[in-house]
């Protein structure tokens, strides 16, 4: 709400639907066939020390603890942290462990979750152990809460048909060998459809062409920075 804030919107209604909602829909499924779930945010239940400690537990506060505390005004730096603690897999005491593949029935399978309150409140319980499991939508939900418990408008893009390159050159590719046969050599890949956040903030880094909307996706796609 204050003017001189990185996060401040000045639209009212974004104020109401991207900060203090606490009800939301995620779109999943495929592009001929998209399907609506209900999931419940809870930003404002008693969830405050859990995203705190979130933020103690990261690498970033275990390598660097005066310079990380040092950055927790900018939502740019806050919202790096935030999307590598949503997953915990690289190690780090994050909050969901995500599966994709195999049997879930020792452990809860993704898609029976429909709120972010009971597990963060579970990790906490588990000793901050991750949760198991999450997928993309999971994590997207989760990110959402902590983010908007921590100040920062956020919201959810649900993409279809949602294409995965992996090689940094902007196209997915496909081989073939002289009699037309495809050739499984590619990891380029496009899935029914992923699910990403974005966060309200300037950019004085970028400049002011570049303030609003900003891209964060907490899925644990590719290892970044090894």
């Excluded at 599966?99 to 879930?104: C, D, H, L, N």
């Excluded at 020792?106 to 949760?131: F, M, T």
Aim: proline share 3%.
């Amino acid at each position: 709400w204050f003017s001189g804030d990185d996060v401040y919107m000045s639209n009212e209604n974004e104020r109401q639907e991207y900060v203090l909602n606490e009800n939301g829909i995620i779109f999943v499924g495929n592009a001929r066939y998209i399907e609506a779930r209900g999931w419940y945010y809870g930003q404002f239940q008693d969830l405050l020390n859990i995203c705190l400690t979130m933020l103690d537990l990261s690498l970033y506060y275990r390598q660097d603890p005066a310079m990380d505390v040092s950055r927790r005004g900018d939502p740019k730096y806050v919202g790096r942290v935030i999307s590598s603690m949503i997953n915990g897999n690289d190690n780090d005491n994050g909050v969901l462990l995500g599966k994709w593949q195999g049997s879930f029935h020792s452990h809860e399978n993704p898609s029976r979750w429909d709120g972010s309150v009971v597990i963060l409140k579970k990790w906490r319980q588990d000793n901050y152990r991750p949760v198991q499991y999450g997928q993309c939508w999971v994590f997207a939900g989760v990110m959402c809460t902590v983010l908007r418990c921590l100040g920062i408008p956020t919201r959810l893009v649900s993409n279809f048909n949602s294409a995965h390159d992996v090689d940094r050159n902007l196209s997915i590719d496909k081989y073939y060998d002289s009699s037309g046969r495809s050739l499984d050599i590619s990891k380029d890949s496009t899935w029914d459809y992923h699910v990403w956040n974005e966060s309200w903030f300037i950019r004085p880094d970028l400049g002011r062409s570049y303030n609003g909307w900003q891209v964060l996706d907490a899925t644990p796609q590719e290892q970044s920075r090894g």
